[in-house]
């Protein structure tokens, strides 16, 4: 049942009275909290038949009656932090809703990689105010720019106080703009972020999305995200390896590891990345997987013995995504990405030797400043040679701040044309045309399709198999049979029986993947902090009674 304020009183400020502190006075001792005047907003160049819709503000939050909406953009880590996010707000008793016009509040985690995806967060800031919603705001754009015209009066959960949502979202939903923004420290030394084993909403229930470190070594020229994430801080060995046993515990069957770059992973503390995974395959469970995030060239270059042995484990994906960004080491040379061409193809070729059958995944930025026709030629002839299965194409953008957004541009059609170009190079080649039809595959299945229409699993080279849908084989390890493909995927059928498949999840699961469906525990906090509050309504309720009878007495 929702209770809003104007179902008590008619006018909010029938509760103050002349005796009541100020809200300066009320709110001294928090330093974190703006109390929010009342003023009357100019927008410009606002065409005139927009209207603001005014928001709510609440005296006090009463549990289970706000609704929240979550949106995230960019990477894994920012996704884990959304997740992170969603399990504090659900403890203390939100709902957690994915229909955004029923919710009271939007939280927005942005991403400061790219021009567009700051757009797209700025105009569904601008959509939130339009509907009447209150809006917190977390993620790179934030942390690395909390001074944006448009972020002004918003309150901010920095990248490294997520742990901290619940108590921006209750002062948010009072009016006040809360920033919390500083970097997170114990004992006086600076850590990677919140607690590992802090609950979760996880988007897939399957999925597990660990951080094992924030920040970077790199000083790359066209990236804002150091703003946001800073040096490098990684998490302990162990407190990694017991998030693991934790979430296979309680029905997790796939983990993926993220950060900035895992290649620096330990490199503060005295470990790194191989040591790392060695402890995290032991404590995998048979039929279960672990996926490698992102890696820079230079810092896997020193560990590829290892890399290889860890990648042929019959426990981890034999897949990486390692960014090369351009075949040009002119180029390579004004991003400062302190490797050269031959490093990375050094790299392609040893790993594709010790690994059959390996997936390697890259990125370009086509048109980075200073690029000219024969680096770009360099650039198609690099993934010409290797032909990656996953390539992703970036168009450059300046961002606002990074010495590359002070560099000479290539012109805009320019870049479009060399765009185009890589994009239908990659579209040329079909890599998945090495499997024939009846080619027998073991996949684990761990998601369902965008359209709904199939199960969709990966095989030892985390190589995208669609099943049909008509049993539940969700975190379920099958044997399959190839059907036929297409250029980013393979169509199979089971060729087990139900009594045959491997159970990698401890947890039975429809379908699961939304978030409103995955409250998991939220739903028992839910119905106690209920009875909590009913409980000690109708306790007061008693109370007063007889402190009446008392003075009629």
Known sequence: MDISCQDIIGDIEDLISLDDPSPAERYLNKKDVTVRTKRVKVRANRPKETSIVEKPLLDSVIPETQHIYMKTWGCAHNTSDTEYMAGQLAQYGYNLTSDKDSADLWVLNSCTVKNPSEDTFRNEIEAAHQAGKHVVVAGCVPQAAPRSDYLKGLSVVGVQQIDRVAEVVEETLKGHSVRLLQAKKVDGRKVAGPKLALPKVRKNPLIEVIPI???????????????ARADLVSYPVQEIVDRAQQVFQDGVCEIWLTSEDTGTYGRDIGSSLPELLWQLVEVIPEGCMMRLGMTNPPYILEHLDEMAKILSHPRVYSFLHIPVQSGSDAILGEMRREYCVKDFERMVDFLRAQVPGITIATDIICG?????????????ALCEKYQFPSLFINQFFPRPGTPAAKMTKVPANEVKTRTKR?????????????????????????????????????????EQILLPMHNNLLGKQVEVEITGCTK????????????????????????????????????????????????ISCSLAIVCKYIFMFLDF
Request: hydrophobic letters at 30%; one cysteine or more.
């Open 422 to 462: 890589l994009t239908d190079l990659f579209h040329s080649y079909e890599p998945y045309k090495k499997y024939e039809a009846g080619t027998k595959q073991t996949v684990l299945v761990t998601e369902i399709s965008h359209d709904r229409k199939h199960y969709v699993g990966h095989n030892k080279f985390y």
């Open 488 to 535: 980013f995927s393979m169509f199979g059928k089971v060729i087990q029986g139900e009594q045959e498949w491997k159970n990698c999840s401890k947890r039975s699961t429809a379908d699961g993947t939304t978030a409103s469906s995955l409250v998991a525990g939220a739903e028992e906090s839910k119905y106690r902090s209920i009875f909590a509050y009913f409980f």
């Open 368 to 380: 980075f400043p200073g690029e000219t026709e024969a680096d770009f030629d360099d650039t198609v």
């Open 213 to 227: 470190n924030s920040g970077c070594l790199n000083a790359c020229t066209y990236c804002k995200t150091k703003f």
